[in-house]
């Protein structure tokens, strides 16, 4: 399948090049922007797991240029954006903090955002273990970052044990919902918690605490524990469960990502190059060896 059939199938992924978004992402965190206002006032901005760096690219539109700071972190190397300092860094390792702190000059952030996914093996729970890693160093790092009041934005994925989770971070804001943006497919169990109005723990102090492997065992360590409803004879437990509020954003009149449309004939068969091609993809050497002839399309 060429990008142009892509072009084609998927309307978001063509308006992103039409508009010079990086990726489609652009999208789900303008959608978000719409409906929450997230963006608003904001001067000290993390995006976690940035690259290729669409989310920068809307953050760098949105803020005022002369006094934001935008710190975007990746594990890839991402292009320069303007008003974006970028570092190839491991959101998932404790010395990340320090370095994101040293550009802040030690001042805390007022928005911190992740669209951390893993490679995906298509082992399932493999995938969904990476994947909560990822969200467990997003909120760490967010509760050692934010100011009192600033936001928290995850990619989530809305598995089983997620209400547990919207439970949690009621725990640390005052305001959680799931927000499912037009522009993520209905298909998908991606959806992003919003997070809103940080309220840091009296007495506690945030760190990147390494030995921990779920987001239960890290509110244990802030002194949480879940949470059990008893019954009166104290034989029947139940976990405390929390259904965060379910927000569809985006304008009903734009694209429906899980929808095909027919684009006018005079376009349909213009493909667009890439906003940004990739610094360094996973292909790379094996373009190289191409080149030289080491291998060859059979
Ligand atoms: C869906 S992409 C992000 C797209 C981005 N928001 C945009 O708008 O262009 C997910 C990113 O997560 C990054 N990632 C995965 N694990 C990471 C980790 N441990 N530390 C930093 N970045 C990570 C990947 O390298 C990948 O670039």
Redesign the pocket.
């Known amino acids: 399948m060429g990008k142009s059939s892509k072009d084609k199938r998927d309307l978001y992924y063509r308006k992103a090049k039409e508009e010079g978004?990086?990726?489609r992402?652009?999208f789900?965190?303008l959608q978000l922007d719409s409906q929450f206002h997230l963006l608003k006032g904001l001067n000290r901005v993390v995006?976690?797991?940035?690259?290729?760096?669409?989310?920068?690219?809307?953050l760098s539109r949105s803020l005022p240029e002369d006094s934001a700071k935008i710190v975007a972190?990746?594990?890839?190397p991402m292009a320069p954006i303007k008003g974006v300092t970028s570092i190839q860094?491991?959101?998932?390792?404790p010395k990340?903090l320090k370095r994101i702190l040293d550009i802040f000059g030690g001042e805390p952030a007022d928005f911190v955002c992740s669209?951390?996914?893993?490679?995906v093996t298509g082992l399932h729970d493999l995938d969904e273990y990476?994947q909560a890693?990822?969200i467990l160093?997003a909120l760490q790092l967010a509760t050692a970052l934010l100011r009192p009041g600033g936001a928290f934005v995850a990619?989530i994925f809305r598995g089983r044990d997620i209400d547990l989770m919207y439970f949690q971070l009621g725990l640390l804001f005052e305001r959680v919902t799931c927000a499912k943006p037009r522009s993520s497919r209905g298909s998908s169990l991606e959806a992003f918690i919003v997070c809103q109005g940080y309220k840091p723990r009296p007495g506690w102090v945030p760190s990147i605490i390494n030995e921990v492997f779920s987001t239960e065992e890290y509110f244990k360590k802030m002194g949480i524990e879940r949470p059990l409803i008893v019954d009166l004879d104290g034989e029947y437990e139940e976990e405390e469960r929390v259904v965060a509020p379910f927000v569809a954003c985006g304008d009903l009149s734009e694209y429906d990502s899980d929808a095909t449309y027919t684009i006018e004939r005079s376009t349909a068969r213009v493909s667009l190059d890439p906003v940004q091609s990739p610094t360094a993809p996973p292909y790379k050497t094996a373009i190289e060896l191409k080149r030289k002839g080491i291998i060859k399309r059979t």
């Not at 972190?73 to 890839?76: E, K």
């Not at 860094?89 to 390792?93: F, M, Q, S």
């Open positions: 978004w990086r990726a992402s652009a789900k965190l995006d976690l797991c940035a690259a290729p760096g669409s989310w920068s690219q809307v972190v990746d594990l890839q860094a491991d959101i998932t390792h990340t669209d951390g996914a893993p490679d990476i890693q990822l160093s990619k």
